[in-house]
């Protein structure tokens, strides 16, 4: 991993702030179902899932696709940009989990442009619909951010939201959350690196426990995240 300046490491930490108001706080990801089905009941369940879904869930083809984003956006080649953008929406499992890329997506996008006017030019060239992947690997790209660093950035964001849904749904305290995150730092430091390694005909996920759970979240009695 290269050096990351000050500004650049800023940035980085700005934009994979969980507070970023893009809408990620709304989301469980399927953990809603799954907590209130007794699946997950508490943090050791909770880790067990969240190594699993590093080890061989739609994370990793997530995160894949933000990398190849990245580097489309390097080379500004806007075909395969767009073709990755496609190809990720049409392997969302669910609609729940196709609205929530897009609706991330948007509202990242949008944010960036307001507070940032020079990147209108990249916020048109992505399009509507954008995945939020897509949007991250964007601007992390254009603000020269080392990849690796932004990929470790990515997937820790995702986990620490993850925690997050799960402190208020199980519930868990807010200290065990932060120590389950800071268990989970050499697992998200090997993610990284073989994610990083994929080849195009690699990316594949074993989720269906996700897609499941997804599915189902919409037919919950209660809800508190969005379906």
């Not at 799954?34 to 080890?55: G, P, V, Y």
């Not at 060239?125 to 660093?149: H, Q, R, S």
């Not at 925690?163 to 697992?187: E, F, H, R, S, W």
């Amino acid at each position: 991993m290269t050096e990351l300046t000050s500004i650049k490491l800023l940035h980085l930490l700005q934009i994979s702030n969980s507070a970023l108001p893009i809408g990620a706080y709304s989301y469980s990801e399927g953990l809603e179902t799954l907590i209130e089905l007794q699946i997950i009941k508490d943090a050791n369940d909770l880790k067990s899932w969240l190594i699993q879904e590093l080890k061989y869930g739609a994370i990793r083809t997530e995160t894949a696709v933000m990398t190849r984003a990245f580097q489309a956006t390097q080379r500004l080649d806007l075909c395969t940009f767009k073709s990755w953008n496609n190809w990720f929406s049409a392997a969302r499992e669910t609609e729940e989990m196709r609205q929530q890329s897009w609706q991330m997506g948007y509202s990242l996008l949008r944010l960036i442009e307001q507070i940032e006017p020079a990147t209108s030019h990249l916020v048109q060239a992505c399009g509507n619909p954008c995945n939020y992947a897509v949007a991250f690997g964007t601007i992390t790209a254009y603000w020269e951010i080392d990849l690796t660093a932004a990929t470790l950035a990515y997937l820790q964001s995702w986990a620490l939201n993850l925690i997050n849904a799960a402190v208020k749904l199980i519930p868990l305290g807010q200290t065990t959350g932060q120590k389950l995150l800071l268990d989970l730092n050499c697992i998200i430091t090997t993610a990284t690196e073989e994610i990083l390694d994929l080849q195009d005909d690699d990316l594949c996920s074993c989720g269906w426990g996700l897609s499941l759970a997804s599915m189902n979240h919409e037919i919950l009695y209660t809800r508190l995240f969005r379906s």
